[in-house]
């Protein structure tokens, strides 16, 4: 299984961070990694057991993700588990979280690990799923942090 993970400090409560994250109304404000987010089955707000369906923009991640939020502790943590996604995902899970680190500061931390298939090609194909969610993980923190604290 490959892991990632990405951390940000960003000038802004842990609940405007929840907010925004999970807002996916707004969610393509800030998301760099993707063109479509959207809540499934007529949900209006996120939640424990909303499922959501979250396309990527290009190449590898050019595909859709559907995910069911397994954890969801406002404004502090979510966590989300794939439902349904492209074969070559076997598993896919990520965790958002929010610690306030300094007065009006907060630390978002994202981790995820995926499973891929086929078996025999994880040893080569895992590292660098996680080289490049590690690293797409990172620009959308960093957007994520720009659109918190230079709103326009």
């Known amino acids: 299984m490959a892991n990632f993970e990405a951390a940000v400090e960003i000038r802004a ?4 961070i929840f907010e925004l994250t999970h807002d996916y109304d707004r969610r393509l404000e800030w998301d760099t990694l993707l ?8 949900a209006a707000h996120a939640g ?3 499922k959501s369906l979250c396309v990527g923009r290009s190449g590898l991640y050019g595909i859709g993700v559907e995910s069911v939020y397994i954890r969801y ?4 943590v979510a966590a989300v588990s794939m439902t349904k996604g492209p074969r070559v995902f076997e598993t896919f899970a990520a ?5 306030p680190v300094a007065d009006g500061v907060t ?3 994202y981790k995820g690990h995926v499973r ?4 025999w090609l994880r040893w080569c194909v895992e590292p660098i799923v996680a080289a490049r969610f590690r690293r797409e993980t990172r620009a959308r923190l960093e957007a994520l ?8």
Do not use: F, M, Q, Y
Not at 95 to 99: L, Q, V, Y
């Open 107 to 109: 630390r978002v931390t």
């Open 145 to 152: 942090r720009r659109t918190l604290e230079n709103p326009s």
């Open 48 to 50: 424990l057991g909303v």
């Open 95 to 99: 965790t958002i979280a929010h610690e």
């Open 116 to 119: 891929t298939r086929p078996r």
């Open 35 to 42: 063109k479509e987010a959207r809540l499934l089955d007529g």
């Open 13 to 16: 409560s842990p609940e405007a």
């Open 73 to 76: 502790d406002p404004p502090w």
